[in-house]
T-cell receptor, first 112, second 109 residues
Framework: DAGITQSPRHKVTETGTPVTLRCHQT?????MYWYRQDPGHGLRLIHYSYGVKDTDKGEVSDGYSVSRSKTEDFLLTLESATSSQTSVYFC???????????FGNGTRLTVT | GQNIDQPTEMTATEGAIVQINCTYQ??????LFWYQQHAGEAPTFLSYNVLDGLEEKGRFSSFLSRSKGYSYLLLKELQMKDSASYLC??????????FGKGTRLSVIA
């Protein structure tokens, strides 16, 4: 299995609070991604990174920000969590932009 | 834009063959991926098709027709452990994968 660790695995938070999810890889892959998965919508891209300090928005980026200060870490921040951000969040990595993605185990976030 | 369609649910019998279809409309299409996702787990990579034709990997095969915007995943000799969601995803150029909503396959005895 690709070395990808997401933390925390589960989190419950209140509306309006900031939340940061962490993705850590040991594969030295250039590309890292954050997706969210919701029933009826499938996996949707939030943000991705193609190198240290190089990031771009995905399909559902509103309300989210990311940072990548080191190759191995990609952080996803919800500045002020809302109930619509209750979801399962997956981090993924790939060697190239069109290479297969390898996913972390996911973070289940509940915003009450 | 990109539009990817796959059936929402399918049911098949243990030992049988099942074909899961995926159609797409994508400008600048580069390739198509299939992933398997068991309930409560992360997606895992199954196959990647760039050229037209059939790619076989053991019990699983994947087919692509670029001119028709069509792919299928063929699962042979179905086992109970094949019960999972199967996700079709397309890529164009070097841009991130866009996923379909997935097909939930139930294998029954």
């Amino acid at each position: 299995d690709a070395g990808i660790t997401q933390s925390p695995r589960h989190k419950v938070t209140e509306t309006g609070t900031p939340v940061t999810l962490r993705c850590h890889q040991t594969e030295n892959h250039r590309y890292m991604y954050w997706y969210r998965q919701d029933p009826g919508h499938g996996l949707r891209l939030i943000h991705y990174s193609y190198g240290v300090k190089d990031t771009d928005k995905g399909e559902v980026s509103d309300g989210y920000s990311v940072s990548r200060s080191k190759t191995e870490d990609f952080l996803l921040t919800l500045e002020s969590a809302t109930s619509s951000q209750t979801s399962v969040y997956f981090c993924a990595i790939s060697e190239q932009g069109n290479s297969p993605l390898h996913f972390g185990n996911g973070t289940r976030l509940t915003v009450t | 834009g990109q539009n990817i369609d796959q059936p929402t649910e399918m049911t098949a019998t243990e030992g049988a063959i099942v074909q899961i279809n995926c159609t797409y409309q994508t400008s600048g299409f580069n390739g198509l991926f299939w992933y398997q996702q068991h309930a409560g787990e992360a997606p895992t990579f199954l196959s990647y098709n760039v050229l037209d034709g059939l790619e076989e990997k053991g019990r699983f095969s994947s087919f692509l027709s670029r001119s028709k915007g069509y792919s299928y995943l063929l699962l042979k000799e179905l086992q109970m452990k094949d019960s999972a969601s199967y996700l079709c995803a397309v890529t164009r150029g070097n841009t991130p994968l866009v996923f379909g909503k997935g097909t939930r396959l139930s294998v029954i005895a």
